[in-house]
């Protein structure tokens, strides 16, 4: 470990920026609060709070009511959702508020049963979010408005959204793919018209993770569901979405990582599957068990993955057998995703934010 600052709650995973790190905390039950580190020794640069109580249903209590969207960043401005769905973009130098969207009072919507949980994305002068049970394009510079789309109900089972968006090229086109609660949908950038939809079957509206583009097809997986993969094809104007294969892997929450055709998925049994993207089979499916949710992320043929048990393992992308290269213990208790950055790793435990530098001199295969 080279350095640890103790922070309020949360569940955003950091973000690294050149020189800085950002992290974003519950300093208490009713604020939200953003700072900005030294990335070479944890010293504060600047810190930004705001009213921002969060509530969830009783039975999601247990994970909580602290901050969970994960913010953007664009060289200029940090982006930050709160529980209340509200998006505040602030200076990166200074951490001044540049403009701020309160989403259920622009469009007359509640605020979602479970918080502001969808990560935004920056595409050259635009902000694409999952907010208002829609999604909606803003200004990045101004926060105004430039169109909303994909309006749905304030249902429980439809409210806010898990998933993230995502820009692709499918089908010969580039386009905004967005999963909702219910339904995979690809929006078109410049005016938000749908241009397909897919609905998946799932258990109430419980699709988290975000989905992964492969070649011209769309890999998803739903808690207590499936695993798919949809087709993406043009007869003419039209989009055709078609079901490759299916799978009865479950995932959960964390969104798989794709090595040579093959997606490593971290299911909600806590095993892990590879599945071979081109005919849907799984080559293996690990008998350890591991924790309730991984972040992974991927270089050549190495898997780092962060447990919610704070365990952070490393593995090399084998078709043949979990290959666990090294795990260590790097923290009580870490729901947010892991960044990493040359050899650098950023760990935003629950209450805290750890950097290490990370070793490759140790190779031993452990399984």
């Known amino acids: 470990m080279t350095w640890r600052v103790d922070l309020g709650k949360g569940y955003p995973g950091p973000l690294v920026a050149g020189d800085r790190v950002f992290v974003v905390e519950s300093t208490d039950s009713k604020t939200v609060g953003v700072r900005a580190l030294n990335r070479v020794d944890g010293s504060e640069l600047w810190s930004r709070t705001w009213p921002g109580k969060g509530s969830v249903p009783f039975f999601a209590a247990e994970n909580g009511a602290w901050v969970r969207s994960t913010p953007a960043v664009d060289g200029e401005r940090l982006y930050v959702g709160d529980m209340r769905e509200v998006l505040t973009a602030l200076q990166v130098d200074s951490g001044e508020i540049a403009w701020r969207v309160d989403f259920p009072e622009r469009f007359e919507t509640d605020v979602p049963d479970f918080g502001f949980a969808s990560s935004p994305l920056v595409d050259g002068e635009a902000l694409y979010v999952q907010a208002a049970n829609s999604i909606v394009k803003l200004n990045r510079r101004t926060g105004e408005t430039v169109w909303r789309a994909l309006v749905g109900s304030g249902r429980m089972q439809e409210s806010g959204a898990f998933s993230s968006p995502v820009i692709a090229e499918l089908a010969g086109r580039q386009q905004l793919l967005v999963q909702k609660r219910q339904v995979l949908h690809g929006v078109a950038l410049d005016d938000g018209r749908e241009l397909w939809s897919q609905p998946i079957e799932n258990y109430r509206g419980m699709m988290i993770l ?44 964390s969104s798989p990582v794709v090595v040579d055709g093959h997606a490593y998925l971290h299911l909600a049994n806590r095993r892990v599957d590879c599945i071979d993207l081109a005919s849907g089979e799984s080559r293996w499916r690990s008998e350890q068990s591991f924790a309730k949710y991984w972040s992974m992320v991927v270089q050549g043929d190495k898997i780092m993955a962060l447990g919610s048990d704070g365990e952070l393992h490393l593995l090399r992308a084998n078709t043949e057998r979990l290959e666990l290269l090294d795990s260590r213990n790097v923290a009580d208790d870490s729901w947010a995703h892991l960044a990493v950055s040359g050899d650098e790793v950023f760990v935003r435990e629950l209450e805290a934010i750890a950097a290490y530098r990370w070793s490759g001199s140790s190779e031993q295969s452990s399984r």
């Open 210 to 253: 975000t989905p992964t583009v492969y070649g011209d097809a769309v890999f998803t997986s739903t808690y207590k569901g499936r695993t798919y993969l949809f087709t993406v094809k043009r007869d003419g104007e039209t989009f055709v979405v078609e079901e490759a294969w299916t799978n009865k892997a479950s995932g959960y929450m």
